[in-house]
């Protein structure tokens, strides 16, 4: 009987461990997705402050040039969609 209690005492403490670092591997999961969501924003800072520049004129490689190119036009076509469902509005 001894033995049984021993090992159920053992299982226990080995599932209380288990749910510890189930908790533990949660709040790591969720401050790496802070950190990646903190680099998300950060690019977007960047991209922003990348298409003002393209947008004044200054210089910047081809590479970025062809990116700017492709939002630019993308905002030409929502400019374009936003005149024609105020059309449709009147």
Do not use: P, W
């Not at 299982?11 to 401050?31: F, P, Q």
């Not at 960047?46 to 947008?55: N, R």
């Not at 939002?71 to 009147?90: N, V, Y």
């Amino acid at each position: 009987m001894a033995g049984f209690k021993e090992k159920f005492g053992d299982m226990a403490k080995k599932a209380a461990d288990k749910t510890g670092n189930m908790v533990e591997i949660g709040k790591l999961h969720t401050k790496i997705m802070s950190q990646k969501q903190s680099i998300s924003t950060i690019k977007a800072q960047i991209g922003t402050i990348l298409y003002q520049k393209y947008q004044q004129g200054e210089a910047v490689s081809e590479e970025l040039t062809e990116l700017c190119r492709q939002i630019a036009e993308s905002e030409r076509e929502i400019d374009a969609m936003q005149q024609e469902i105020q059309e449709l509005k009147e």
